[in-house]
């Protein structure tokens, strides 16, 4: 995941775009490690477009 938002902001932050930093977030707030928070948050959107 790129660290670099692109001119666009971090997601947590009321940007459009998603870097390390946001699963970092992601991880700290839900107490899991950034790996876990990555696996989840790829497991949520393949359920949401139909892919699982």
């Known amino acids: ?9 971090e997601v ?4 459009g775009s998603i870097t390390e930093e946001t699963f970092r977030k992601i991880a700290q707030d839900w107490k899991m490690s950034v790996e876990d928070a990555k696996k989840n948050v790829l497991e949520l959107l393949q359920k949401e477009v139909g892919e699982s």
């Open 12 to 15: 947590s932050e009321g940007g």
């Open 1 to 9: 995941m790129p660290e670099d938002d692109m001119g666009k902001g």
